[in-house]
């Protein structure tokens, strides 16, 4: 039984690092449940790919994973519509800054519902991880996202699609910076300090699509549908704010 299923909707975010008893793992639980109505976090999935029921939720969080910090992928327990979510500390050499994040993962099934949720989902995740920043995708879209990172000697370097090249997530100076665009973007406050969000004159289209979160961040919906680099019209949208956000990849940064 995989832990996430064809047709998904991919949430990553990206976090301050967990430091001791951290609380934000369950938060992160939590905040899907409420933005999600009857979803239950309740399941994880064995290695041998079986639901196990955890009548003890918070304290099999709270024990992290077996290889360092984060939690261990929960799940709910509907084979017919799986939601996971897991979280891990992505290392400082691989990091922004060179300083260590915690990283989250989370799926939803693309359907009608998923959809309806999305938005919601994704706050809940990035807030309740008190994150930096992070995006919401059809699963089909980061085989391109990650034609777009340009490696050492790797030149000329032509993305797919007419879509600029990005520096390496380690390459950028600051957490804050994104590493790439999403369908559903989350900034954080300081975020969308960082890339100049919003400028009331270049950002009405966007701005008719995107709310403000509790904490002051931003959640940011580039397209109505979820994004399709096959349709011209959301191919031109992505394009278009690549070319709006240039911090965004590290473009503007020497």
């Known amino acids: 039984m995989p832990a996430t299923q064809e047709n998904d909707i991919g949430i990553v975010v990206y976090a301050p690092a967990l430091v001791g008893a951290d609380s934000r793992p369950l938060a992160v639980v939590h905040g899907m449940e409420s933005a ?3 979803l239950r976090l309740e399941w994880t999935i064995s290695r041998e790919g ?29 084979d017919g519509y799986r ?14 800054g060179g300083q260590a994040q915690f990283e989250v993962h989370a799926a939803l099934s693309l359907s009608a519902t998923g959809i309806t949720v999305a938005a919601d989902v994704l706050e809940a995740v990035a807030e309740g991880a008190r994150a930096f920043w992070g995006r919401m995708d059809p699963d089909g879209i980061a085989v391109t996202v990650s034609e777009q990172f340009r490696h050492p000697g790797e030149e000329p ?4 699609k007419g879509l600029p090249s990005l520096k390496l997530p380690w390459e950028l100076p600051a957490p ?9 973007n989350y900034w954080s406050a300081a975020a969308a300090r960082t890339i100049g969000f919003p400028d009331p004159a ?16 931003w959640v940011v919906r580039l397209t109505d549908a979820p994004l399709d680099l096959d349709n011209s019209a959301h191919l031109d949208a992505l394009k278009w704010a690549y070319e709006r956000f240039p911090e965004i990849g590290g473009r503007s940064v020497p």
């Open 83 to 96: 939601v996971t979510v897991s979280g891990w500390e992505r290392p400082a050499g691989l990091s922004p």
């Open 202 to 217: 270049r950002d009405a289209d966007l701005l008719s699509r995107s709310r403000r979160t509790a904490t002051g961040g």
């Open 36 to 38: 999600f109505p009857g």
């Open 176 to 184: 804050e910076i994104p590493h790439h665009l999403g369908w559903l």
């Open 50 to 78: 079986k639901l196990v029921r955890l009548p003890q939720r918070e304290a099999w969080l709270a024990q992290g994973r077996p290889t360092g910090k984060g939690f261990r992928l929960i799940c709910n327990g509907d």
């Open 157 to 160: 370097h032509v993305p797919p």
